[in-house]
């Protein structure tokens, strides 16, 4: 049974920058397309990251386009989601997901495993 564990997370200034590690266990990682999904308070949660199984294919979101950078590493069995120049509106609870068939248009429900999350507060 895949399990994740996000971690990175914090508080940080608007403009300033946080890494995201999402370490997998229980099964090899590199069998399964990684997404970063947030949620902020009141919203739904909200796909912001794509990575498939082979690190080949990424998507962003264009709230995060250009800012945010994902990359695994599967000898390590880890997903990173590299955050910069980031804005208040950034601040939510990051949560990875995990599944072997998704692609970047996959929703949440599509998901099976997650993460228990990380909060990310962007604030002065």
């Known amino acids: 049974q895949l399990q994740l564990v996000e971690s990175g997370g914090g508080l940080v200034q608007p403009g300033g920058s946080l890494r995201l590690s999402c370490a997998a266990s229980?099964?090899?990682?590199?069998?399964?397309?990684i997404a970063w999904f947030r949620q902020a308070p009141g919203l739904e949660r909200e796909g912001i990251s794509y990575?498939?199984?082979?690190?080949?294919?990424?998507y962003y979101s264009d709230s995060v386009k250009g800012r945010f950078t994902i990359s695994r590493d599967n000898a390590d069995n880890r997903v990173h989601l590299q955050m910069n120049s980031l804005k208040s509106e950034d601040t939510a609870i990051y949560y990875c997901?995990?599944?072997?068939?998704?692609?970047?248009?996959?929703?949440?429900?599509?998901?099976?495993?997650w993460g228990q999350g990380t909060q990310v507060t962007v604030s002065s």
């Open positions: 990575i498939s199984n082979s690190g080949e294919r990424t």
């Open positions: 229980g099964s090899t990682l590199d069998d399964y397309a």
């Open positions: 997901a995990a599944e072997k068939t998704a692609d970047s248009t996959s929703t949440p429900v599509r998901y099976d495993y």
